[in-house]
């Protein structure tokens, strides 16, 4: 079950900027670190930001990624075409004896 | 850089291992992880397993029916599963943590290709 919740869609045209929410709680955005995975259909996840706000080589800095408290958020700007995909925060959970965790995901969908 | 194999169609109550082939990185270096995608759902995290493999961690959903080992003289990671019910019905990853630190935050940063499960009579 997702403990963290991302709004279900989003979209907007070429250039613009979309932001993705995913809000959690104090055992688990508030307390560690948030990564941003990208997804497209049938493949694998791809790591997009790390540590809240850090990009791995090779990611564009269209990318951004940003926490207050127990949420965190994902920027794209200057959308393209090829940012439609499935994007999900993930992060671990401090509760009990520690599990991981997921966001809900979001479809983010080029006009 | 990384491979998993053994998925299939298997009956509910039925068992399975799936395993995840590394190479590229020193594989006793880095946690490992299972992360799983029923059609159309969310990600879903599944196990953890330490450097050693002297510690792991489960969901509620597979605690008490799957097994995370690794075998870091084959540099393979495998996830044993018992008493298989529809609801495990999944893609299964295999991924990478994305630092070797102690203490590293819960990220990874090489995923593999995935292998199907089907659970179904």
């Known amino acids: 079950q997702s403990v963290l919740t991302q709004p279900p869609s989003m979209s907007a045209a070429p250039g613009q900027k979309v932001t993705i929410s995913c809000s959690g709680s104090s055992s688990n955005v508030g307390r560690n670190d948030v990564f941003w995975y990208q997804q497209f259909p049938g493949k694998a996840p791809q790591l997009l930001i790390y540590d809240d706000d850090k990009r791995p080589s090779g990611i564009a800095d269209r990318f951004s990624g940003s926490k207050s408290g127990t949420s965190a958020t994902l920027a794209i700007t200057g959308l393209q075409t090829g940012d439609e995909a499935d994007y999900y925060c993930g992060t671990w959970d401090s509760s009990l004896r520690g599990w991981g965790v997921f966001g809900t995901g979001t479809r983010v969908t080029v006009l | 850089h990384l491979l998993e194999s053994g998925g299939g169609l298997v009956q509910p109550g039925g068992s399975l291992r799936l395993s995840c082939a590394a190479s590229?990185?020193?594989?006793?270096?880095?946690?490992m992880t299972w992360v799983r995608q029923a059609p159309g759902e969310a990600l879903e995290w599944v196990s953890v397993?330490?450097?050693?493999?002297?510690?792991?961690y489960y969901a509620e959903s597979v605690k008490g029916r799957f097994t995370i080992f690794r075998d870091n003289s084959r540099d393979t990671l495998f996830l044993q599963m018992y008493s298989l019910r529809a609801e495990d019905t999944a893609t299964y990853f295999c991924?990478?943590?994305?630092?070797?630190?102690?203490?590293?935050?819960?990220?990874?940063?090489?995923w593999g290709q995935g292998t199907m499960v089907t659970v179904s009579s």
């Open positions: 991924a990478k943590k994305y630092c070797s630190a102690p203490g590293c935050p819960f990220g990874f940063d090489v």
């Open positions: 590229g990185f020193i594989f006793s270096d880095y946690v």
């Open positions: 397993i330490s450097y050693t493999g002297d510690s792991t």
